[in-house]
């Protein structure tokens, strides 16, 4: 058995504060919504932003007037500028590490970024997929274009594809095209493109298609699966007889199929959460996951953990209880909020003690390691890479992990909360959104925090 050390696949490219006025793991490739699907979405509780996307260290809201907001690392000022008058009419943000892309209500698309960005202009644009640092665009015609890293997928000698595409996905570094025949094609990676499947072989009923960092796997419609890739990677499940499969999860290394019956089947690597011999998975309803780790989420509200314990996949020693509703998680960590409001977490940089036990007032202990419990209230959470944001009932946040905020802008009325990987902003009722976390990843917000809730800043000002 190969040992892994889990690290976080994801580097962090510099990036900043793109005022063009006017989020991810890992799969991006939600279709373009038109203007008037975007109208009839009405802004939540008043707020004028629709929605918010992220690099690893920047932020682009989208309002609902069409105009994008960018705030982030200095080196992409500039660069959106010199799109600023182009960021109009957007209905769609995608993103790659270090990059941007808007599409326009008439399917124009437009990149920005940093230096090492992945630049384009492309028009006809009806879905748009990403790897860490590619993109791949799907005309309405099944044509595609694709640029950025040829290592991540960036390159392809397009006269390969054998027919037209009906669908895109991607893990850290290759793209998988659906074709119209049912064949699937792969390209990035150690690969230049080639067929992983033809038609013949019965993929045009492709349910979903999930990824580790370097392997694929698909779930069809008839409850089986196929997987391909690296072995260590879950790219090999030719051990396993994979029926009656109606969902299927992955982390960095490792595959997760839930079965009809709430049993689960593992593959990949065994440390990682490849290896699920050890633990019981009956009655298991959901699975979430860390870099490389699961926890599953049964019936009865407990949880099951297994995989790398660096990253979570050992609770043991945590009070979780039966009575959990959902589960969340950082790259190494997790956090679960229960029937009652309160939450627990464990993981790198948190408490392997129960939250009941002492030292339980203390935010840290020598060795570094951050309170693990939240009393009551919790609602939802979200996170960095290495912290947790908890939005509570009352309008309030409590923050978890290194990423903690210091002051009283938190204390009520927000509404929503976003993140990158390692910051976070807070959009309130009626006021200027409130962003803290590393200063170079989106904390600094004050340029444009105006931009964001207009008509909470003319209130402030009048």
Known sequence: MQKIGIVSLFLLLVFNGCSGQPKADEKRDVQVKTASERASQPATDGLSVIDVFHTDQAFAALRSDGVVVCWGNRQMEHQAEKVEDELKEVVQIYSTASTFAAVTKEKRLFTWGTERAEWARDSDVVAVTTTKSAFAALHSDGSLKVWGSPVYGGSLYLPLLPAKVKKVYANHNTFVAVLENGALFEWGGSSDGRLVMDGDQNLSDVKELVSTSDAFSVLKNDGTVFSWGRPHY???????????????????????????????????????????????????????????????????????????????????????????????????????????????????????????????????????????????????????????????EDGSVETLGSETYKGNDLSENVVKIYSNRGAFVAFKRDKEPVAWGKRHYGSNIYGVAHLLNPDAYKKEVQ
């Not at 982390?251 to 990682?272: K, P």
């Open 234 to 392: 879950g790219g090999d499940n030719s051990h396993l007889v994979l029926k009656n499969v109606i969902k299927l999860y992955s982390n960095n290394y490792a595959f997760a199929a839930l079965l009809q019956d709430g049993s689960v089947q593992t593959w990949g690597n065994e440390e990682a959460g490849g290896n699920s011999d050890y633990v019981r998975l009956t009655d298991v309803k959901e699975i979430y996951h860390t870099i490389g780790a699961f926890a599953a989420l049964k019936t009865d509200g407990s949880v099951v953990t297994w995989g790398s314990e660096e990253a979570g996949g050992n609770s043991k020693f945590v009070d979780i209880g039966s009575d959990v509703r959902a589960v969340y998680s950082t790259d190494m960590a997790f956090g679960a909020i229960k029937k009652d409001g309160s939450a627990v977490f464990w993981g790198k940089g948190f408490f392997i003690y129960p939250h009941d036990m002492e030292p339980k007032n203390s935010v840290s202990t020598p060795f570094g390691l951050h309170k693990n419990y939240v009393e009551g209230g919790a609602v939802t959470m979200f996170s960095t890479k290495d912290s947790f944001a908890v939005l509570k």
